[in-house]
């Protein structure tokens, strides 16, 4: 990934997916008005998702321990 330097961080407005051919496009728009697509294979959508649920899982053991 790149140097943390380089990366601009977006606050996410709303983001919408569609199978496009071979790959999938996330269309994704910030906060600000800016807009970009990002293009990926199923097989790093499902690494990406498998993060995902790795941090909600996380989220909501914290928050049940809390209770």
Wanted: charge should be negative; hydrophobic fraction near 45%.
């Amino acid at each position: 990934m790149a140097d943390k330097a380089d990366v601009t961080t977006y606050i996410l407005k709303q983001a919408l997916a569609a199978k496009v051919g071979d790959h999938v496009e996330i269309a994704v728009e910030a906060e600000d008005g800016t807009r970009f697509k990002i293009r990926s294979t199923s097989e790093q959508l499902d690494a990406l998702v498998g993060d995902l649920d790795g941090i909600l899982d996380a989220d909501d053991t914290e928050v049940e321990a809390a209770e």
